[in-house]
T-cell receptor
């Protein structure tokens, strides 16, 4: 049962244009959502996050939108740069015990920015 | 400040062999996690720890054991490796209930 889904395995975007990565979830208990970026042969690195009480969070070129009623979130990158080429993972968080979280990851979307 | 480190980076095992993967963090984080990444499946939680001396099962714990004897270290053990355990293993740590810091990964192949 895939609780967090990224239905696009890959996405190709022209440099300078907007990249939009999508993520859907099924569990309404998730209270925090994160995007991680991963380069080959490296571990994932945190990119941006959003609390379930918000519908938008912005950090420079990156904006995450959350639509709770649709159980959908998206990551917008504007403008896209060649260095943004990576695999992007959506993750949803639910508290377990003692403040520790359980992150549930989507399958990832490989973003390629073309010059 | 090295962050999260993992040892070894690569390993090839034969079916039935055992090994231990070591994760170390120097950020004084309370929480540590072990994930595996397989093609098309994202990262799945194997085991986690909320503090020194404590461990708990995650989503896919079968075939693995863990120990957290020191706050900075989290060990993942495979007692009898199987080809299904061929994967890339990531360790992570966190200080709050949200953002996790990941290590560079260990690529394990079981023949």
């Amino acid at each position: 049962d895939q609780q967090v889904k990224q239905n696009s395995p890959s996405l190709s975007v022209q440099e300078g244009r907007i990249s939009i990565l999508n993520c859907d979830y099924t569990n309404s208990m998730f209270d925090y959502f994160l995007w991680y970026k991963k380069y080959p042969a490296e571990g994932p690195t945190f990119l941006i996050s959003i609390s379930s009480i918000k519908d938008k969070n912005e950090d420079g070129r990156f904006t995450v939108f959350l639509n709770k009623s649709a159980k959908h979130l998206s990551l917008h990158i504007v403008p896209s740069q060649p260095g943004d080429s990576a695999v992007y993972f959506c993750a949803a968080s639910a508290l377990i015990i003692q403040g520790a979280q359980k992150l549930v990851f989507g399958q990832g979307t490989r973003l390629t920015i073309n010059p | 400040n090295a962050g999260v480190t993992q040892t070894p980076k690569f390993r090839v095992l034969k079916t039935g062999q055992s090994m231990t993967l070591l994760c170390a963090q120097d950020m004084n984080h309370e929480y540590m996690y072990w994930y595996r990444q397989d093609p098309g499946m994202g990262l799945r939680l194997i085991h986690y720890s909320v503090g020194e001396g404590t461990t708990a099962k995650g989503e896919v714990p079968d075939g693995y054991n863990v120990s957290r004897l020191k706050k900075q270290n989290f060990l993942l053990g495979l007692e009898s490796a199987a080809p299904s355990q061929t994967s890339v293993y990531f360790c992570a740590s966190s200080y709050s209930s949200q953002r996790e810091f990941f290590g560079p990964g260990t690529r394990l192949t079981v023949l």
